[in-house]
Structures are given as C-alpha cells and as structure tokens.
C-alpha cells in the first residue's frame, strides 16, 4: 500500500511538473526560416525557353520561406507579380522579394541595390531582408582572365588588369557606392538584435574563395580579398553558405554559371550568389544549392530555368 502511495505521488508530481514546465518550453522553441537568392534569368525565358512556371516549381521544391529574386523582367511579359501569384505568395516590387509573410515595412533602393522588407514572422517576430543585384560590369575575374563576353552590351568597354590591387579598386568602383547604401541602411534598423539577411547576386566573387590555395590550385588566377565580401563581414554578417562549407576547395558551392561547360574560355565558373545573415540568436542549420543536376546540386529541377544557381539557407533561432 505504501508503494502504492509513493507511485501514485510520483505520478502526480510528474503532472503537475509537465503542467509548469511545458508552456515555457513552448516560448522557447525553435522556428526555422528558409532564405534563398535566385536570379531566375527573365523568368526563364532566354536561356531554356522554361515558363514561369518552371521557376514557381524550383522555389517551392527548395520549400523557401522568403525569396529574393533577381532578373524578373521577361521579354514575354511576365512580371514578379505573376510569380506570386503561381506561389500565392505577397510580394515587394520595389525589393523584388515574394514570401508568404506579412510584409509589413518596405526600405526604398534603387536600380542595382533593391531595397528591403520587413516581414512579421508566425513567432510574432520580425525579420528584416534586403535584396541586391549588383553590376555585372566590369566584371572582375573577366578583366583578369583577359574575357570579353559577347553577350555584354559593354564588351568592347573593359580594361584588363593583372594585379589584386587592381581587382580591388575595379570592385570598389564598380559596386562600392550600393554596398554602403545598404550597410547605412541596416545600420538604421532600430532593432540591433533582429534576424537581418542580405541576399543577391553581387556579380563579386568572395574573398573566402578567392584565396592562396584556390589560386595555387589554378582554380582562380591570383588570389584576391574582394571588398564586397570583405565589408558584409566587417558589418558583422555571415556567408551562410562558409559558415557551413569552410573549406573553398573541396565546396566551391558554385552558382554561376550552369549555362557553360567546366573551363568554356568564355567565362569563369564562381560563386557569386550569396544569403548573408546577422541577428542574435540566429544558427544556421543548413544550406543548399539549388541546380540542374546531382553532380552540381543539393536540390535538382529538370529541366532547370536559369542561368545562376540558387542559394537556400535555412537558419533557426528561438520563438
């Protein structure tokens, strides 16, 4: 019987403790939120003649929470609207962002920085995300691997350089002046401890892959510290992508181009799409490319819509 008593006691104890315990372990759950950069080439269009639809299908396979996009003009007309509207997404014209979150603050850009959002997370938190498109021109593993891409309305105008000096003053001119405008601008947000993400296609190389050992291996023609790179980490932001894959040589992580062929002299294969983060509590959990195939992707779409591979981080921070 006295066993019995001492059970029975336990049993409620136990109860009783589930009661209190649960509900702060509830506050302090994780939430997972998935941010991809995808430049989706004029919604498919120019390079596989893919529908819109296409593009709609690589972002839900990559199961994205909020998408920067990039190249939404279609010579057929379609518009970043219209890829909402197939994902029954919101989206910022002016960033050219789509989620399915509440946007609820937009941060004027321009012609190459976008400009950002503020959306209200299902957690009742927020996030901020900023979304770039940088110049393509000069581009400066071309000027260094003495190419002229024929597909550049500029491809007469460019100078060739040989020396890392070089590549960073032809970085800095090319992109610096929207690199500070959007730090100036996350400088401002009132909220220093809140989930900040930067995604893009920076048309700059990084300089975590730019380096000794990649331009000793012959992967890159010297080594170099882009300063675009360079400025996000002084911001305090994080590569998702080095943050996971540190070692440049073994995951180079790709995303342009899929629309050449390993060592096509007519370009340079690199990684030039990011998702950057910063925020207290923020971890990242995994990242992924997504792409045309097994051998170059974590996340394959057949047949693929663009010309740049894509970047998913997902990251979890407490509710």
Not at 156 to 185: D, M, P, S
Not at 227 to 248: H, L, N, Q, V, W
Request: glycine share 6%; aromatic share 8%.
């Amino acid at each position: 019987m006295k066993k019995r008593m001492v059970l029975i006691k336990w049993i409620w104890a136990s109860v009783i403790a589930a009661l209190i315990v649960t509900p702060l372990h509830l506050q302090a759950e994780e939430c997972t939120l998935r941010v991809m950069s995808y430049n989706i080439h004029r919604g498919g269009v120019v390079m596989l003649k893919q529908p819109l639809s296409q593009t709609a299908k690589a972002i839900r396979l990559a199961k994205a929470d909020i998408v920067g996009i990039q190249e939404t003009r279609s010579p057929r007309g379609d518009t970043l609207e219209d890829l909402a509207k197939l994902l029954g997404w919101n989206h910022d014209e002016g960033s050219c962002i789509v989620t399915p979150y509440e946007i609820v603050e937009h941060f004027k850009g321009g012609k190459d920085y976008k400009g950002g959002i503020k959306v209200k997370l299902a957690s009742d938190k927020h996030a901020y995300i900023f979304n770039l498109h940088l110049p393509s021109h000069p581009y400066q593993p071309y000027q260094l691997l003495g190419i002229r891409p024929k597909w550049h309305k500029h491809t007469h105008n460019i100078t060739f350089i040989k020396t890392e000096a070089e590549t960073i003053e032809w970085a800095k001119k090319a992109r610096g002046a929207e690199i500070e405008k959007l730090l100036r601008q996350v400088k401002s947000i009132p909220d220093k401890d809140a989930p900040i993400f930067v995604v893009g296609d920076f048309n700059e190389p990084s300089h975590l892959d730019w380096t000794e050992a990649a331009a000793k291996a012959g992967r890159h023609p010297i080594k170099v510290a882009y300063p675009t790179s360079t400025e996000m980490a002084k911001a305090g932001f994080t590569d998702s992508y080095r943050s996971i894959y540190s070692d440049e040589m073994r995951n180079p992580g790709i995303t342009w181009s899929p629309a050449y062929k390993v060592g096509d002299p007519r370009t340079h294969h690199d990684r030039i799409d990011f998702v950057y983060f910063k925020g207290k509590g923020l971890e990242i959990r995994d990242v992924k490319i997504l792409g045309e195939n097994e051998k170059n992707a974590d996340i394959v779409v057949t047949p693929y819509p663009s010309d740049h591979r894509a970047v998913v981080a997902s990251l979890i921070f407490e509710e």
